[in-house]
Nanobody
Framework: QAHLAESGGGSVQAGESLTLSCVAS????VAWFRQAPGKEREGVAA???????SYADSAQGRCTIFRDKAKNTVYLRMMNLEPEDTAMYFC??????????????????????WGQGTQGTVSS
């Protein structure tokens, strides 16, 4: 069974950065989602089998998703964090390769496999 494991969450001050890691062995497409307290889970960024990336509007310019194929790991680098970015961050993955629109690529329905989540907390 393919395996997903997130890490890299923590507590930072506003304006600082966090880089989350997701070891996603056996998957071609990987995305990051987040769920803030009292809110629905939302897509942040995705990378497909061709390396094409997709970002939510809120992530554009502040987040970068990238992959290290040798380590089977996908990273989400988040910069200039704000308290509103406090959330549980989840890695999701599947085995489709490419061809989805941005909206589709960061939609929960595109992924059947999910990690347990890693908490990111931003204080002001």
């Amino acid at each position: 069974q393919a395996h997903l494991a997130e890490s890299g969450g923590g507590s930072v001050q506003a304006g600082e950065s966090l880089t989350l890691s997701c070891v996603a062995s056996g998957y071609t497409c990987v995305a990051w989602f987040r769920q803030a307290p009292g809110k629905e889970r939302e897509g942040v960024a995705a990378i497909d089998g061709d390396g094409t990336t997709s970002y939510a509007d809120s992530a554009q310019g502040r987040c970068t998703i990238f992959r290290d194929k040798a380590k089977n790991t996908v990273y989400l680098r988040m910069m200039n964090l704000e308290p509103e970015d406090t959330a549980m961050y989840f890695c999701a993955a599947d085995q489709w390769n490419s061809g989805l629109t941005t909206g589709e690529a960061i939609s929960e329905s595109a992924y059947n496999y999910w990690g347990q989540g890693t908490q990111g907390t931003v204080s002001s």
